[in-house]
Antibody, heavy 120, light 110 residues
């Protein structure tokens, strides 16, 4: 069974840093692009970042560009999101998401999410 | 990267049909046949319901269908059931490996 498990969320002060991890299982991790999507409390979904299958290409929403860095370790079946200079508006549940199984441009498997709270 | 526009809420009685619209621009919805729809029950992770405008993943009932015309995509739920009550989000590819989600629609089964 395909499974994504996020970790690393927590409470952090404004201006602080946090690194999220997402451990994948049940599929050939190195064959798929991965993404992070977030959802602020009571709000909608927002695409945050993406990385291609080998990790050579990364992409970011304007709202996090320059502050967040996505990376992956295919030997550990894990994707990361390094979040720096955190702001109150970064408070959200962060979901790790897998690209579509046929290489499609959609998100077919979602983790359960990890909660990030930015507050003093 | 402005969010796609969806109605805040739609409702219908069991057995009826409801349609949710998702309006973007020629840079996202209108420019690509890469619109997907996600269902989210309270406190749960989103679930893929439709991809590539009108394709259903295995396990999704054929009561769910998608379409697109110009800059507007639509999700139709036929034969509405109690378990369909959830939030629904559209998502479109927006070029350069970026994506934009819709504002979300709450579906209520009366």
């Amino acid at each position: 069974e395909v499974h994504l498990l996020e970790s690393g969320g927590g409470l952090v002060q404004p201006g602080g840093s946090l690194r999220l991890s997402c451990a994948a299982s049940g599929f050939t991790f190195g064959n798929y692009a991965m993404r992070w999507v977030r959802q602020a409390p009571g709000k909608g979904l927002e695409w945050v970042s993406g990385i291609n299958d080998r990790g050579g290409n990364t992409y970011y929403a304007d709202s996090v560009k320059g502050r967040f860095t996505i990376s992956r370790d295919n030997s550990k079946n894990t994707v990361y999101l390094q979040m720096n200079t955190l702001r109150a508006e970064d408070t959200a549940v962060y979901y790790c998401v897998k690209r579509g199984s046929d290489g499609g441009v959609y998100m077919d498997v979602w983790g359960k999410g990890t909660t990030v709270t930015v507050s003093s | 990267q402005s969010a796609l526009t969806q109605p805040r809420s739609v409702s219908g009685s069991p057995g009826q049909s409801v349609t949710i619209s998702c309006t973007g621009t020629s840079s996202d919805v209108g420019g690509y046949n890469f619109v997907s729809w996600y269902q989210q029950h309270p406190g749960k992770a989103p679930r893929l319901m439709i991809f590539d405008v009108n394709k259903r993943p295995s396990g999704v009932p054929d009561r769910f269908s998608g379409s697109k015309s110009g800059n507007t995509a639509s999700l139709t739920i036929s034969g509405l059931q109690a378990d369909d009550e959830a939030d629904y989000y559209c998502c479109s590819y927006a070029g350069s490996s970026t994506y934009v989600f819709g504002t979300g629609t709450e579906v209520t089964v009366l």
